[in-house]
């Protein structure tokens, strides 16, 4: 026999960054944060998980058809934990099939190009965790498999849920609450549009892991980042998205985007993330609000030199548009919220 069960997860962009490890083991950040969930018709994850005792042994992983390494220990950490839980099941009732005990098969495809330089960790371990716990029938939460997902990669958590969606830094050692939320799903505020810039699609030089634990062990500006401009922006991000604020929503994006590149660059040796082209980039958004006299667009870069702009429907024209002209839009690849241009501003 062979047990199957298929999933999506989407990609998300955090608007306030999660950047620092009290825990390297089980994910744990120093600071809590908040991400948009993209539309999954532009940027998402499908993940088949199977099992059966006609497999090869060992687990295995194939992400757009190539094969992944899943000795790791976070890959390890989820396989473990949901075997758990669906040993306990099994433990309960009798009657269920010996799941926990087969060796998996998970297969993973990306519905865009994984060379477009974009963090897929986070759709990918979410759809992963979620696929197995369809597969094992386990009666989970969303919050239940983010605490697990965030052991895979922490922003993942965040992709367990649609919308807007906070990670909890939580206090506990053991991790039980350090997980997502979500803050609003994404009807309640529908016109929220993403135009991403790919910059490069080449690998990022430094890994967010390896970075942020440099970061932690470096950097001064990094303690009052973590313990005050953070949890007073969680509170601002939140207000501003039950408020539909975007003046509000996009000056705190652009500050905690500016403050996460700040503390790399405080770090030693010093992490450079933005290249030149994203300065350029930062500088459009700039001319674009200037002339509008508010905000209306806002720019955040993560481990890397490609930017998300976030705007409001109404403002189509004025920024996605602009960039378009800018940059020549070479591969269409648009949707409801999510649209990618490549190209370059030179
Ligand atoms: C800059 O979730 O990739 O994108 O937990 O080590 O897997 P690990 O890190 P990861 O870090 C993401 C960092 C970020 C900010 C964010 O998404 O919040």
Redesign the pocket.
Known sequence: DIYRASTTAPV???V????G?RD?KL?L?TNS?L?VTLSQSDLRTHTTASCSASYPKEDSLLLNGAPQDVSGA?TQACFRELRGLRSQLEDSDASLPKLAALPLKIVSENNFPTAAGL?S??AG?AALVRAIANLYKLPSSPTDLSRIA?Q?????C?SLFGGYVG?EQGSASNGSDSVAFQVAPASHWPSMRAVILVVSAAKKGV???TG?QTTVATSSLFASRASETVPKRMQEMQQAIQERDFETFGKVTMMDSNS?HATCLDTYPPIFYLNDVSRAAIKVVEAINAAAGRIIAAYTF??GPNAVVYYLEENEKQVAGLFKTLLGEKDGWKGERGEKVEGNFA
């Open positions: 998300n962009i955090a306030i960054k999660y950047w490890k390297p994910n950040p944060s991400s976070r963090a960790s986070a371990l965030r895979g990669s922490g922003s993942a965040r990670w890994s967010s892991t942020m996460f993560d481990a």
